[in-house]
């Protein structure tokens, strides 16, 4: 399941030169095209604010809708401030300075006009639809998580297991070595391999009475073989 954003943390101006970054890479990207759907945008632009964030805030804090309607934010004061500039400049006079400009800022900045009925119509089925595309985005990137997280866990599965083949592996080989030795015939050796042969003998009949084990040297019969794991595949 996707962290749950985190509400009311401030955007810092690192977080929003990151999302400007990440928007003006896929906008101007030729290799991807204008053809393409809000939600593959959007997804685009937040790996890219994720990448130009350096973990400040990281997916934990921001999701694809958090940085949809800040963009949405900064693109309205963009237009305002671009108007303002534009019409400073056409009311430029000589001397003035940018403090005048702050000065007639009250003057520049004009009070919006009132919305029509048709014009709150279309803006009402626009919210709609960027509502939509933050509800798809974020069931999107639920799916991404959750798909990342069961290849994360069969991944550990198949590596648990693999280490079970092996130390199983070892032990058929060891348990096969010291039954070699235990049926050897010491009888016929010289007594130097006797002594040899028979001191790992007793080794092996310590650590077997040690261990609990149910091999018994005067009865075969009776040996245990565990199951091997079952295959990776």
């Known amino acids: 399941m996707a962290p749950k954003p985190q509400r009311g943390v401030n955007w810092k101006p690192q977080e929003d030169e990151a999302l400007c970054r990440g928007w003006v890479s896929i906008s101007e990207n030729g290799a991807i095209g204008t053809n393409q759907s809000n939600d593959s945008f959007w997804l685009r632009v937040y790996q890219i604010f994720l990448e130009n964030d350096r973990g400040m805030s990281g997916a934990g804090v921001r999701s694809p809708q958090a940085i949809a309607s800040r963009f949405k934010i900064i693109n309205q004061q963009c237009s305002l401030w671009k108007t303002c500039i534009t019409k ?22 004009s009070t919006p006009r009132l919305l029509g009925r ?33 290849a994360k866990e069969d991944r550990r599965r198949k590596l648990e297991l693999l280490q079970e083949q092996h130390a199983y592996q070892i032990q058929q080989d060891k348990d096969a070595n010291e039954q070699r030795i235990m049926s050897m015939d010491l009888s016929k050796f010289t007594p130097r391999k006797m002594k040899c042969w028979g001191n790992k003998q007793e080794e092996i009949i310590e650590a077997q009475m040690n261990t609990s084990s149910p091999y018994n040297p005067e009865d075969n019969s009776g040996d245990y ?6 295959s990776v595949y």
């Open 88 to 109: 400073a400049n056409a009311r430029h006079v000589s001397g003035s300075n940018l403090e005048d400009v702050e000065d007639e800022d009250d003057v520049v900045m």
């Open 118 to 150: 048709d014009k709150q119509k279309d803006e009402k089925k626009k919210g709609k639809c960027v509502e939509s595309y933050l509800n798809q985005s974020s069931k999107l990137l639920s799916e991404l998580v959750q798909r990342g997280n069961e």
């Open 225 to 230: 073989y565990p199951s091997p794991p079952h």
